[in-house]
């Protein structure tokens, strides 16, 4: 079984008056972004998808939908919407904030301890139940493709269900990502998955289950994968 992790394209983080927007939509880059990851996931003879892809997972924010639009269209497949594969959730009282008070807000939070990392900014959704939100959501949306925990920690039984489904596409987020491949590689946790399993917008991730010890383990096969993308047009 494959899982393919798309980041979405860039987002329009603030307003043209420069107030802030928690749940933005992409700018005109961030839409041609989406637009080229589509025509790459379609060419089946190419990485990272190699074949027909059979199901399309999607974050519910905008970004990430809209990222994923072109891909449904040229995959054939209906998006599905898991609130699950939401990103960290932002103080509300960010929307509408103006845009040097929330980068003064990220620029003071890069220096906090792990533990003050680990509560998130305040008002927030905190990096523990972020984490929590990840590790619970994948394991139901694996076990609907026929992949689940064995009695070993670190290996997996996979069983296909029938019709077979042998690979996903979801479309999600840096923070939410990088919980996934954290979960799935068996590692622990950290608040800050993003910078570890670093993505750009529109970047693949590719894992894919390999045979091991009469199971199977996830293997890490990509990760920021933005070949599709012309070097001018990969942002971070």
Same mark, same amino acid.
């Given at each position: ?11 329009? !983080? ?8 928690? =749940? ?36 519910p924010m905008l970004r990430a939908q809209q990222t994923a639009a072109p891909i ?7 998006? *599905? ?5 939401? *990103? ?5 009282? !960010? *929307? ?12 003071? %939070? ?21 984490? =929590? ?32 489904? =042998? ?29 570890? %399993? ?6 693949f991730a590719v894992l894919r289950t390999v045979p091991v010890a009469g199971r ?15 070097? =001018?047009?990969?942002?971070?």
């Amino acid at each position: 079984m494959e899982l393919i992790l798309v980041r979405h394209g860039q987002p329009a !983080w603030f307003r043209p008056d420069g107030t802030g927007d928690n =749940d933005p939509g992409l700018t005109d880059l961030g839409h041609a972004q989406a637009a080229q990851a589509a025509t790459r996931l379609a060419d089946s003879e190419d990485e990272p998808a190699r074949g027909d892809v059979d199901r399309l997972v999607v974050s519910p924010m905008l970004r990430a939908q809209q990222t994923a639009a072109p891909i449904a269209a040229a995959l054939g497949l209906e998006v *599905e919407t898991l609130d699950w594969l939401a *990103e960290l959730g932002m103080p509300p009282a !960010w *929307e509408g904030s103006p845009r040097e008070v929330i980068e003064e807000a990220f620029a003071t %939070f890069q220096h906090r301890t792990r533990d003050e990392w680990w509560e998130g900014h305040p008002g927030g959704e905190s990096l523990r139940a972020f984490h =929590d939100r990840i590790a619970a959501g994948i394991l139901p949306l694996l076990a609907s493709v026929g992949v689940e925990p064995a009695d070993e920690p670190g290996l997996w039984s996979v069983e296909p269900p029938s019709p077979e489904i =042998d690979r996903v596409v979801a479309v999600a987020h840096g923070g939410t990502n990088g919980s996934i491949i954290a979960r799935l590689l068996g590692v622990p946790p950290e608040p800050w998955e993003w910078d570890r %399993f670093s993505m750009g917008h529109a970047s693949f991730a590719v894992l894919r289950t390999v045979p091991v010890a009469g199971r199977h383990i996830w293997s890490l096969r990509g990760i920021g994968d933005g070949a599709h993308l012309p070097v =001018d047009d990969r942002t971070f």
